[in-house]
């Protein structure tokens, strides 16, 4: 039975020995191909490290892979993995740097200036972190001038178009109270002729009711206007008339009084 046990336990040491042997060749292996700058190889061979057995190494590797192929969130992730074990100071500084670099060619300045403080916290001599450190702190002071640029324009043409649309609405209740003042001018002027024809109407209605009650002459109705000339004429045929008049008169007078003396 012990020999049985025995027998087990050295064929597990054999396989854990082989299984090591396996991965550390693999890293090797990988980081043969880095160095070549044949990245997307090496994450290939760290990755089926990793398979076999899940390492700082490999690990580690494997993200600085993914940061040269481009692959900025999965190397990020891979960092702040690595972040959060027991590592020594210099190894968790470089961490921490890498980690950085991910964050900014994210474009996440603030978060990448705080991994950057902390690899110079365990690391102050690091002179290529505090360099990326105060270049971080450059791009996130463009990036919130940009950002303010962008809300100050996004204000502005806010306000523009609250403007515009106050002016709109200001020009169209003017045409609406144009238009309603017009309909009203019309419908007073129609109005009003009507009223005037009513008017109209009335007068005639009456003129023709006051012309049945008076006596209708055959002849003209205005009165006859004489000239200055007529009448003047008219006057010294009257005149005339009773100078012969007067003359008569005196001849029968004097012819009855001869008379009467005969007698």
Known sequence: MRLLLLIILLIFSLTEFASSKDSKSLIREGNKLYKEEKFNDAEIKYRKAQE?????????NLADALYKQGNYEEA???????????????????VNHNLGNSLFMEGNYEESIKAFKNA????????????????????LQQQ????????????????????????????NQQNQDN????????????????????QQNQGDSGEEKQSDKQPKDK????????SKEDAERMLNAIQKDEKELQKKLK???GERAKIERNW
């Open 179 to 198: 238009k309603q003042q017009q309909n009203k001018n019309r419908n007073q002027d129609n109005q009003q002729n009507q009223d005037n024809k009513q």
């Open 144 to 171: 919130q001038e940009q950002q303010q640029n962008q809300d100050n324009q996004q204000n502005q043409d806010n306000k523009d178009q609250n403007n515009q649309e106050q002016q709109q609405n200001q020009d």
């Open 52 to 60: 076999i057995g899940s390492s700082l190494k490999s690990t580690f």
């Open 219 to 226: 002849g003209e109705s205005r009165p006859y206007q004489i």
């Open 120 to 139: 110079l916290k365990l690391n102050p001599e690091d002179n290529d972190t505090r360099y990326n450190l105060e270049l971080a702190r450059r791009y």
């Open 76 to 94: 990020k992730q891979k960092f702040q993995e690595l972040s959060s074990m027991n590592l020594d100071k210099n190894t968790l500084a470089s």
């Open 251 to 253: 001849k029968q007078k």
